[in-house]
């Protein structure tokens, strides 16, 4: 069953004296229930237009973004708080997406009073507590604020603070890019166990190949606007058959410095010949 | 001829780098904050590098690789520095300010992460290629020759005409491309690049790369190439330092280290990298964080996370010795007093 769903979604932004930028042409993007799907692309491909209307920020300017068999553009009311909770973002950056003027408390927990899910402030410190221990913190960071935690130890706090209203769908935004690499598997364990034990979606939004195959079971991937490959990521990422596919997988870097030198040797003779 | 008593004379001599060095850092250490309450950034750093070499220092967010670089080229004046940075020569923390305007950017280029930053919003491209000739006093007409020539060579299309461009009318590969002309423009010897394609997509990454790769060698250029990511460092380099809590721990040949990597730190890096080439069902993680510098454990600042620690790793910081794939390596697993060989 399809969780996520783009049909046909086309979004074209126009500005005086230029041309219309057309930065979505006709997306196809299925998320099943209970997956992580990876959509990979590079700036300017078009992953964040597609964020942004799944967020309900921007209005596509033709097909349809649902959520749940809700279209989530005409979304309003009742109907538009569920989408709000069950939907939660992690984005890139958790140093300038966590409020600096919040303790860990406020932060893991806004939501939880928002959405009336905790009946007072007493409960919610329980609550926050719960979800910081599950994520790999303690009770002891409750009171403190984001800029004393380390870059893996904010994204951990932006992980809590997203699964603490219990959404059915989690989209991260390049959620590891920033990181250390020794981190970065940290978090990446972390979002794994999380899916696991939790049973939420995930679209995993990435420009390293290695991250998706490792977490991903489908992959999508987008170039200027465009789907231009789909599938289970073992195929698409063991035998890519676009080629835009296949320059990306051929510029990942190798940890392997016999096969990384073949490689260099390799293009540096294709421009001479 | 060689005494036991090793006054400083003597000691300084023996340090003295063979003249085939072009950089030689002995004993750097790095302190900043107040007298009463100060932090050891970096401690008892040493470096060879010879012209043309390429090594990549390698670490995580505050493992000193940055400050180190930082420090080669005196960019914090705040910091105290103590031990020597020998150049072509010269101990680099014995010129003053002048002088030291000579060597940078002039001698040693340096190239950033984040090209936007590096570059000023207000001034064309140009401008800023040209900025460290006209700086030294080259006229007008043969620094513009020079920009032109230099942003060719790293494959900017129509530089004449892109010269005249602003900084936000490039991509970000282009914009890292004339930060590395900006660095390249003056001829230096050595460039030192701090983590130049983290902020970069992966096939940009891998033109930059090619890029520094193909100049450097038709230059016979030096690069000091600092960067948390291993995989960038596989193809590039020669040989890597690896750093953790503001100290060498790890120092080996390219190769050796990626078929052997000596130290347990080294080990648990590269075994944190998600391979294309391979999936396992789960990445291997080092656990826990890095000390802060305030707070470094007692003994082996990595004992805390390492997983082959022993009761001695605890109480005594190892030194650095030979290791047993001709690199350095500070570990007791490799000591005297430990056991013979490392697992």
Redesign the interface.
């Known amino acids: 069953m399809s969780l996520l769903e783009l049909r046909d979604v086309c979004k074209t932004f126009h500005a005086l004296g230029r041309e219309p930028v057309k930065a979505l042409r006709d997306v196809n993007l299925t998320v099943e229930a209970g997956t992580i799907t990876g959509l990979v692309g ?2 300017g491909s078009g992953k964040t237009t597609i964020i942004k209307s799944i967020m309900g920020l921007e209005r596509p300017t033709s097909g349809t973004v649902t959520y749940d068999g809700i279209n989530i553009p005409e979304a309003k009311g009742e109907t538009l708080k569920r989408i709000r909770r069950e939907v939660q973002f992690v984005f890139q950056d958790p140093t300038s997406s966590l409020n600096p003027r919040m303790t860990v408390e406020q932060l893991v927990g806004e939501g939880l009073l928002v959405h009336k899910l905790v009946a007072g402030k007493a409960q919610r410190r329980e609550r926050v507590a719960e979800l910081l221990t599950m994520v790999g913190l303690s009770d002891r960071d409750l009171d403190r604020y984001p800029r004393s935690f ?4 904010r994204q951990r706090i932006a992980i809590a603070r997203a699964l603490a209203v219990g959404p059915k769908l989690l989209v991260c935004d390049e959620p590891v890019s920033a990181l ?7 978090v ?2 972390l979002l ?1 166990d999380m899916q696991e034990e939790l049973g939420f979606t995930v679209l995993f939004i990435a ?5 998706v ?2 977490i991903c079971s489908r992959v999508a991937v987008i170039q200027l606007g465009q789907i231009v490959e789909e599938g289970p990521s ?1 195929d698409v ?1 063991a035998a890519p058959s676009h080629p835009y596919t296949q ?15 073949a ?2 040797l390799a ?2 003779q294709e421009k001479v010949a | 001829m060689k005494t036991m008593t090793n006054t400083p004379a003597q000691k300084d001599a023996e340090r003295r780098p063979d003249p085939g060095t072009l950089l030689s850092v002995r004993d750097l250490t790095i302190e900043a904050g107040s007298k009463e309450l100060s932090v050891r950034l970096v401690d008892h750093f040493s470096l060879d590098m010879a012209p043309g070499d390429r090594v990549a220092l390698v670490g ?3 493992s000193g690789k940055s400050v180190t670089a930082r420090a080669i080229m005196r960019l914090d004046p705040d910091f105290r520095l103590s031990g020597t940075v020998d150049f072509e020569g010269q101990d680099l923390l014995k010129l003053n300010e002048k002088q030291m305007v000579a060597v940078r950017g002039h001698k040693i280029g340096m190239v950033f992460q984040d090209p936007m930053g590096a570059l000023n919003p207000l001034m064309t491209i140009g401008e800023q290629v040209m900025e460290p000739l006209r700086i030294s006093g080259v006229s007008r007409a043969e620094s513009e020759r020079r920009a032109k020539s230099v942003l060719e060579e790293l494959g900017v299309a129509n530089a004449e005409s892109r010269m005249k461009a602003y900084p936000h009318e490039f991509s ?1 590969g282009m914009r890292q491309r004339v930060v590395l002309a900006m660095a390249l423009i003056s001829d230096p010897s050595l460039i030192i690049a701090d983590e130049p394609t983290t902020a970069l ?6 033109q930059v790369l ?1 890029l520094m ?2 100049v450097s060698k038709e230059r016979g250029l030096a690069v000091l190439l600092i960067t ?5 460092v ?3 380099t020669d040989r890597v330092a690896v750093m953790y809590s503001g100290r060498k721990v790890d120092e080996a040949s ?2 050796a280290l ?1 078929s052997n990597p000596a130290h347990p730190y080294t080990q ?3 075994q ?6 391979q ?2 069902p ?5 656990p826990g ?1 890095p000390p802060h510098p305030l707070n470094r454990p007692t003994g082996c600042a990595f004992s805390p996370r390492c997983p082959f620690a022993f009761d001695l790793c605890l109480v005594e910081s190892p030194e650095l010795r030979p290791s047993p794939e001709g690199g350095v390596v500070a570990c007791h697993l490799y000591g005297a007093s430990g056991k013979d060989e490392g697992s």
Not at chain 1, 180 to 186: H, I, K, L, N, P
Not at chain 2, 282 to 286: A, E, G, K, Q, V
């Open positions: 590079e700036s380390s870059g893996g130890q250390d690499v020794s981190v970065q598997a940290q990446l364990n794994q420009h390293d190949l290695a991250v195959r490792q073992e990422l320059a990306l997988l051929a510029a990942v870097p190798t940890p392997n410095p016999a096969v990384a030198r490689r260099a293009r540096l | 995580e967010s505050g970000g997509d992966v096939r940009v990454q891998e090619t790769d193909k948390h990511d291993l995989g960038t596989a193809g590039f390219v190769d990626f648990g890096l590269l944190a990298v998600p391979r294309i080439d999936t396992v789960r990445l291997l993680t080092i964080a």
